[in-house]
């Protein structure tokens, strides 16, 4: 193993960083430590007029930096105690190569890499370098791809303590990302202050609006029209924004093609919602308000679950929060599984036997399967199945944080248990994507310059291009697969290997 850190953080079960958050009281930057003294233990009050004491006659250690040279600067939300990841992950790595890699990662399938990814972005790390622009553009990298993915409450969080004022990209970015979470009333108090931290016309327009600055911005909006400045589409929307009563009775406008999230929150104002079912997913986020229909909230907090993006508690209280009010799509899993936790509420084994298929079938099928599985198998373990119920509630703990000790209690020899176990048995298969991940599990080297990138440190950027690999593989490609969980091993992310390996093969149907 090249990493004890990673390796002995994940031997104690795996991790949901975005769950963790969800748990914490806030997720803005740690409080400050308390001073030390020159021993490295807290420093403890005393009266003022009492004399410093020396506890040693020894001259205490100094260090030294030019004036100029800034201290190493950890930006993250989850500490590295947490995620078993080294605060120095990005230090040998080129901010552009990395800003390139962040940003092109693929939508990642398998919910251990999308939990793997959430984990690099979220811990809190030092910029590569120790270079505060480095940093800075790294922030912005992080954030950005968070918003994308559609973790909107973590990425406003490191933005904010990457610092809204740092730049006008930083600002900018925040902007965005409040647009999308209704917090935007804080930025534009923000920009009222310092004018200067954007360039964007469309922002200071809207801004101006809502700070009740009318003149301000008529102006801006003329002069942004008269110079072709912002797009025709987004002065349209402006423009209504400014005079509702000049266009009352007007037909709809068309929805833009190029959405941004300012555009957004204008269709909203004028009173021209815009679906979100087509948008990035990072708008879904804005269906999770009360004010929406129970149905798109569903259907929104299905679709960011299946990234990774929202805790599974947060669907599951979606699901229960009243009946269905018709069938098919969302409404048969509603109403599965209000059936299926009714049944397991009541210990009977007979009604829980009736209701798990069906409900197992319908999350399967809509991509919610591990989400399932993670809310329900500590519960299903304590149900005494038989047949084809048995065999899906083994399926159900498997793919749960629980893996191990459902493997260890089966006492069965097949390819998922031992790769739960991590103990895999003479004889490899004969199927192409059971061999593959038998011989990951078994002697399969991994990629060499992976392993070298670490040895560089640039453990981040090679657990990025890990992903990507793994990626590659959940979509058909055997030598990536066996390649990709090879070097999770290496690196040792052996929970991460694990999990992806079972859901490829409880879930490759």
């Known amino acids: 193993m090249l990493l004890a850190t990673p390796l002995a953080a994940q031997s104690q079960g795996p991790l949901s960083v975005i769950d963790w958050l969800d748990r914490q009281p806030s997720a803005q930057a740690p409080a ?31 260090e030294v930096q030019p004036l100029t040279q800034s201290g190493a600067r950890e930006i993250g939300l989850v500490p590295p105690r947490v995620t078993g990841l080294p605060a120095d992950l990005w230090q040998g790595s080129d901010i552009g190569k990395l800003e390139t890699k962040i940003a092109k990662l693929p939508d990642l399938v398998l919910p251990a890499a999308q939990s793997l990814l959430y984990t690099i972005l979220l811990t809190e790390a030092q910029a590569p370098g120790n270079r505060t622009a480095a940093g800075d553009a ?128 204008l269709y909203e104002t004028i009173g021209e919602p815009v679906n979100t079912t087509k948008l990035p997913r990072a708008y879904a986020v804005a269906d999770l308000r009360d004010l929406v229909g129970w149905k798109a909230q569903l259907e929104a907090a299905e679709r960011l679950t299946r990234a990774g993006a929202l805790p599974d508690n947060r669907l599951l209280g979606l699901y229960s929060e009243r009946k269905a009010a018709a069938s098919g799509g969302v409404w048969d899993r509603v109403s599965a599984l209000q059936r299926f936790e009714t049944a397991l509420a009541s210990g009977s084994a007979e009604a829980v036997s009736k209701t798990l298929p069906t409900v197992w079938h319908r999350m399967r099928s809509a991509g919610l399967a591990v989400a399932f599985s993670e809310l329900f198998a500590t519960q ?122 079972l859901q490829t093969l409880l879930l490759e149907q």
Not at 32 to 58: C, F, M, Q, W, Y
Not at 411 to 422: I, T
């Open 32 to 62: 400050p430590v308390a001073p030390s003294g020159h021993d490295g233990r807290p420093a403890t009050k005393r009266n003022i007029d009492e004399p410093a004491v020396a506890k040693t006659a020894l001259a205490p250690n100094v």
């Open 138 to 265: 790294l922030a912005i990298a992080r954030a950005r791809k968070l918003m994308q993915l559609g973790a909107l409450d973590p990425a406003l969080a490191l933005i904010e303590q990457a610092g809204v004022t740092t730049s006008p990209a930083h600002f900018d970015l925040w902007m965005q990302i409040s647009l999308l979470t209704g917090t935007e009333d804080r930025a534009c108090d923000k920009l009222a202050a310092a004018p200067h931290l954007t360039r964007n016309y469309g922002t200071r327009v809207f801004c101006d609006a809502r700070e009740r600055r009318w003149e301000n911005a008529a102006l801006t909006f003329g002069t942004a029209k008269a110079l072709g400045l912002l797009p025709k589409d987004q002065l349209a929307l402006l423009e209504r924004f400014l005079d509702p009563e000049g266009f009352e009775g007007a037909p709809p406008l068309p929805v833009s093609r190029q959405m941004t999230p300012l555009m957004f929150r």
């Open 380 to 501: 299903l373990s304590q149900v005494k199945l038989r047949g084809k119920p048995a065999r899906i509630a083994y399926d159900v703990m498997l793919l749960s944080p629980t893996y191990e000790e459902a493997a260890a209690r089966a006492l069965r020899s097949d390819l998922a248990s031992q790769v739960a176990l991590g103990e895999m048995k003479p004889g490899r298969p004969a199927d192409i994507i059971h061999g593959v991940i038998y011989d990951a599990f078994s002697d399969a080297a991994p990629r060499a310059d992976l392993v070298a990138m670490v040895k560089q440190g640039r453990l981040g950027e090679s657990i990025l291009d890990v992903l990507r690999l793994l990626q590659t593989g959940a979509r058909g490609n055997d030598k990536a697969l066996r390649d990709a969980l090879a070097t999770l091993r290496a690196l040792g992310l052996e929970d991460t290997a694990r999990r992806a390996a």
